[in-house]
């Protein structure tokens, strides 16, 4: 099954030809030096957490850095980062606007705080519709925030975005595991770069997921202790940055910047 | 928007007659007395597990009980409940195999262990295909793990299975609490039953979620402390019916058999 043609099994996204929408979402982003997916194989792990994080960590180090929410079924950045009343700026497509020196852009713009019930094409549309009209500009580092698994919203991603490396995220879970393994195994097959792994939740000392990272080949960034003290700290960007959990993320920036610096696996 | 038509709004689901495949489901599921949707906003929130710990705990009270892992993005209870080797018998449709007790089915046995990443039309046609071959015969409780959040799955099983009423699970977070009362509108919205909700992995007292439960006027069923142990016993329904979450989840039981006793809203 591991032909280079098996992208093809996906099915067709689309009507419009993508080669057009293709050289429109590369012109966007020809400015941009790394891109990173953050993703995860199921929801509640903390990839919105991490990705926001990373994002501020980042930006403080003195990169450029743009945060694209694209977790349509759960968008949280805006609440982690209290994005508050921002707006994007129309100009030629849409400039995100600076939160916390971070350029930021969210499907929540659009949908507000109401319920999202696309249909496959629908969505597949408004998420190409987004990744089309961002103008990230110059940046370091574009982190997306993903859908959780392997969702037709991370299929056309992977396919529009295909500079895109992944960040993977976990917990110590055996259940999140299960669904990290078929993540990765997918992306293995489609000769996508996989950046590496971040534990995040851990509560007892276990080497399960890293003994299984290196089964697979992939590389384990570190591990975040389950952090009580994260709740209280959501919207409040000052007190999210004095988190255990915080720390950690820095720690793991590093790692991250070796990692990519020295080529992805 | 609340009009009565608002169904339409979200597209047509697959080319063949609908009428058709609602009746052979509706023929599929004609003995069964209560559907019961286990549903969150987000993922990682246990509703696998409340719906695993939920179907032991009626079939040990000696209810008639049917175990539908519908959730084909991160299907997980075939790993808590180690179904290990069963299979379902083909018999004018597909037999769902006995497990603890429970008449249990899983898109696991189909899919096995790999990849599924389906485009919006095949998930689609998966999900109903399944729905329509399953024969559960004479049930007292048809629990359905249902998808995550607010996707083409989930409003596929609203459609074709009109009866089931949803129970909704939710950790304490805000950023679970944004996703669930989307959920919410979408579910009033279509003027479908919501039993109730129940908050878990609860780490301190905080009446966030009933407060704003009380507000859109669903029944709060009960907290559920974080549970440390609760990995350990996955895959093993002995120990996991030892857990103090396990425990809970039978007082939430008798709520739940009240509620629907009593009618839901």
Avoid: C
């Avoid at 929408?21 to 020809?30: A, H, P, Y």
Wanted: net charge negative.
């Amino acid at each position: 099954m591991r032909s280079p043609n098996r992208m093809k099994d996906y099915g067709s996204m689309s009507k419009e030809p993508e080669d057009v929408r293709l050289s429109v979402i590369d012109e966007r982003i020809k400015d941009v030096k790394n891109i990173i997916a953050v993703s995860s194989g199921k929801g509640g792990v903390g990839k919105s957490l991490v990705a926001s994080a990373l994002s501020l960590s980042l930006a403080r180090r003195g990169y450029r850095v743009g945060l694209f929410d694209l977790d349509l079924t759960s968008p949280s950045t805006h609440i982690i980062l209290n994005v508050g009343e921002t707006q994007p700026i129309e100009d030629k497509g849409i400039v995100p606007p600076k939160i916390h020196g971070i350029s930021y852009m969210s499907i929540t713009y659009y949908s507000g705080d109401h319920p999202t019930p696309l249909r496959g094409q629908e969505f597949s549309n408004a998420l190409i519709e987004l990744m089309a009209i961002t103008r990230w500009g110059d940046l370091d580092f574009l982190l997306i925030d993903m859908p959780p698994g392997i969702s037709d919203a991370t299929l056309d991603i992977i396919r529009f975005i295909k500079r895109a490396k992944f960040l993977i995220i976990t917990t110590p879970s055996k259940l999140a595991f299960e669904t990290v393994r078929k993540l990765i195994e997918l992306l293995l097959d489609l000769h996508v770069e996989i950046i590496g792994i971040v534990e995040n939740m851990k509560l007892k000392k276990s080497d399960f997921i890293k003994i299984n990272m290196d089964k697979l080949g992939v590389r384990y960034l570190g591990e975040i202790k389950f952090d009580e003290d994260l709740e209280e700290a959501l919207g409040d960007v000052d007190k999210f940055s004095e988190t255990d959990f915080f720390k950690k993320i820095e720690e793991i920036a590093e790692e991250i910047l070796k990692t990519l610096a020295s080529g992805a696996q």
